[in-house]
């Protein structure tokens, strides 16, 4: 298979990146090193190339009932330049994917984001239900035609209102607007996938060097750091904390309930019932490891002799200096300070499971 | 992008370095094997007295992003361990062939068979 660059991939060989294959795109991993780009986002801004997600736009008269069968969480609220965080779910109630939907500012229908490598699958699963419900909508795909980035961190909101036609400072946490930025049309998301507060930005990929350029002096940043950030923040990884062929996991167990929305009738609604009525036996946790080791996907949870569930994903967290982790565990014992322990190599790391939210939680913010 | 190759010192194939002084020899990881990892997170090392079999692993680097062990690139007696590095890791990276180095083996065996600087920069192109 031939790996899909993205708008940015000569700027970033120009700007000396190492790259890595994800989701079937060739994207930066590394600009500088993996530290220096997330203390950047933690202490004042970074930016992104996240070109790799998928975009999709929905149009037409049944545009937001389709949308509320396929997303679980109430589309019918949103307002123009409103957005939502979703889960994307089987007959089954399995996790697909997870996505950010937009009621697109200035345009009709919405813009969803897939992870990378779903967008066509997902315009496929749009598609086929729309014609099997006899909806009226159009369901395209723009992915290779359009451009992401993200500017994210303390200072980010503030960058962006200076370079773009229009102040970014008044829009709420997920709320979008349309402005222009080095000429270029985009659509402005306060939105990420840090934990900071910072924006996404859409635009078409012709104009993704000046849009890119626009933000030279912020520091560049690669999905190393991507990584490490949204794991600090306990954010999940579609494919990786979750995924429908080696990781099937329904929200309940992902803990991403607060997205389902069970008076919409959404595909996958009834079985999630007849699961939150049986009780999940497993649950995603955070760990964090007490020895010098890192937990890495796939190690094994141990507790009482027995093996309790499995790492998803892992990482030493750059700002707590403390390695942390997610992974499923029996849900008896998913509860907070339960000490167990992690397979690390030939021995066993002691562990406690601790609120996944790593970095709110060590700050107080809960 | 150029890695830090010094002329006075032998490499092994599994990327660490050799640096003989009189009847010790030093062993660290090379500048394009600290790279390779990126940020250096912890360092397991053995302890001062134990014996090294050529070829044998003897320590781990774990960075954020990889685990790798590290090999004995010649036998014998370990002399001396660099505790700082367990303490601060990101010497590793920050200066591979000084203050990052990792143990000092008794030895009056030869490095010649070991690469040279050119051959390493070769085996690294």
Known sequence: MTLQKPPLYSAHRAADADFTDFGGWEMPVTFDSIRTEHSAVRETAGRFDVSHMGEV??????????????????????????????????????????????RRPERDGYLFVPNAGHDEQMTNRWRRFAAETDFDVAVENVTDETGMIAIQGPEAVDAVSSVASDSVSDLDRFCARRIGIAGADCLVARTGYTGEDGVEIVFSATDAESVWDAFDGIQRCGLGARDTLRLEAGLLLSGQDFDPDDEPRTPLEAGLEFVVDFSTPFVGADALRELEAAGVDERLVGLRVDERAIARAGYSIVADGAEIGAVTSGTMSPTLGVPVALGYVDAAYADEGTEIGIEVRDSVADATIVDQRFLAAQEGDT | MTFEIPAQRRY??????????????????????????????????????????????????????????????????????????????????????????????????????????????????
């Open chain 1, 57 to 102: 736009v929905v149009r037409g008269p049944d545009a937001t009932e389709l949308m509320d069968r396929l997303t679980t969480n109430a589309v019918g609220e949103l307002e123009p330049g409103d957005a939502q965080y979703s889960c994307i779910l089987d007959e089954n109630g399995i996790l697909l994917d997870d996505t950010v939907v937009y």
């Open chain 2, 12 to 125: 092994a194939e599994s990327h660490e370095w050799i640096l003989r002084r009189d009847d010790v020899v030093r062993v660290g990881i090379t500048d394009f094997a600290q790279d390779e990892l990126g940020d250096i997170v912890f360092v397991e090392l053995p302890a001062a007295g134990e014996t090294l079999e050529e070829g044998t692993e003897f320590g781990v680097v774990e960075s954020i992003k990889a685990i790798s062990d590290v090999y004995a690139p010649v036998s014998g007696p370990i002399a001396a361990v660099n505790e700082a590095i367990l303490d601060r890791p990101e010497l590793v990276n920050e200066d591979p062939y000084g203050e990052g180095w990792m143990i000092e083996l008794e030895t009056d065996d030869s490095l010649d068979h070991l690469l040279d600087p050119d051959q390493y920069e070769e085996q690294i192109q």
